[in-house]
C-alpha cells in the first residue's frame, strides 16, 4: 500500500482524502536554485524541496530572517549548501544585490523560482491605491526583476552538459486565479493575470538560449495566507465545495511539481503553466449531475 498521511485537521467526510508522503528524487545534483519567499508556506516547502532533490539553495526572505535561517539550516542538515539572503523583490536595487551575492557564493545560479507573492484584499471601491501598488509590485514587478536577473545568468553561462541540458529554468508562482476571477481580490486577480502572460512572453523569448520558463498555479494550500479557508472545520467544509479533489492541498505538492519542473525530466515543457490545484479549474460548481 502507498506510504499516506492522514490530514489531522480535516474534518471526517465521505470524501476526506488522504496524501501521499511527498518525494523528491535527487536529480538537481550540482545545481544552485534562488527561490524568492522561501521562509514560509510554498516558498519554504520549494525551498527545502530543491534542497532535497540535490540543489544548492539561496533562501530569500524579506522579514523574520530567523525563518530563513532555519530553512537554510534544515538544507544544510540534508547534506546541501544554502544561504539566507534578505531582498524586497519588488527593489530593482534589492535585486540585483541579491543576485550578486547569490552568483558570488554558489558560482552561478541554474533555477530561479519566483514565489514571493502577498494578498491584500479589499472590495474594489474600497481598495487603496497603495493596496493595488503592493500587489502588483511584488507579485508582478518581482517576478519580472527577478527573472531578468536570472536570464543574465543563464545566458553569461550557457549550457553545461553535465549539468543540465538547459541553461537555465525558471518558474513563476501564480495561482488559480490567473484563471478564475476573483471578486474582492482584484488587485491578486490581476497580478496572477498578468505573471501568465510575463511567464509566456519571457519563454518564448528565451528558449532560442536554450533556459525554459514555466508556472505552476496552486489552488487552496494550507498556508498561512489563506488560514481563514482552512482553519475551521466549517471553513474546510466550504473550501471542499470548490476542490473536486476533497482535500486541501499542502505545500509539497506544489515543491513537487517545482522540482519535477525544473529538472531535465521537463525539458520539453516551456512556456506551461501546471495546475496543481484539485481539479479547481475544473469550475465544479457547473456540474449538473449527482
Ligand atoms: C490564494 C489563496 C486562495 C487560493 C484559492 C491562492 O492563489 O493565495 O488565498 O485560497 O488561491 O482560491
Redesign the pocket.
Known sequence: MAESITDPTAPASPGARQRPAPRFPVVLEGQAALVTGANSGIGKAVALGLGASGADVVVNYVTHPETAEEVAHQIEAGGRRALAIKADVSSEEDVQAMFAKAIGHFGTLHIGVSNA?L?RDAPLLDMTLKQWNEVISVNLTGQFLCAREAVREFRKRGVVRDISVAAGKLVFMS???QE?P?AGHVD?AAS?GGVMQLMRSIAQEVAPLAIRANAVA????RTP??RP?WETPAAYRDLMT?VPYKRIGEPEDIAQAVAWLVSDAADYVTGATLFVDGG?TLYPGFTTGG
Do not use: C, D, T
Not at 218 to 221: C, E, F, K, L, S
Open positions: 507573492g494578498q495561482s488559480v486565479h478564475i476573483w491578486y496572477k496552486p489552488g487552496a494550500i495566507i489563506n479557508a470548490l479547481m
